[in-house]
């Protein structure tokens, strides 16, 4: 499993964007798909986004469809979160989270928390009105 820790968060006007950064360990990084989560005060934690290994499969959570971007740069051990357009129903705290294992998310299929193994302290996102 790889290691991971997220930065880029921080307070914008609605409307605004943010890039989320996640930095992670290992030399097999390429190996895992890697996601983003987010989770906001009294809710559940919530699916935004999810990128497999080799870049070419991606997912995103319905909420942040056509707003957020995903990207993963493997030289780097780095995975992206782009957001715009962002809206006070944003705002949450943002996760990085790297997958239990090597096999690849499933095209069609919906991630979930309990694919990810390996979970960074999150990054405090905030929209204002």
């Known amino acids: 499993q790889v290691q991971v820790a997220e930065s880029g968060g921080g307070l914008v006007q609605t409307g605004g964007s943010l890039r989320l950064s996640c930095a992670a360990s290992g030399r097999t990084f390429s190996m895992y798909a890697m996601g983003w989560f987010r989770q906001a005060p009294g809710k559940e934690r919530e699916f935004v986004a999810a990128?497999?290994?080799?870049?070419?499969?991606?997912f995103y959570g319905d909420s942040v469809k056509g707003r957020f971007t995903i990207s993963r740069d493997n030289a780097k051990n780095m995975v992206y979160l782009q957001m715009n357009s962002l809206e006070p129903e944003d705002t949450a705290r943002y996760y990085c989270a790297g997958k239990s294992s090597t096999t690849q998310l499933r095209v069609g299929v919906l991630p979930s928390e309990t694919d990810f193994g390996s979970w960074g302290q999150g990054t405090q996102v905030t929209v204002s009105s």
């Open positions: 990128i497999n290994g080799n870049g070419r499969n991606i």
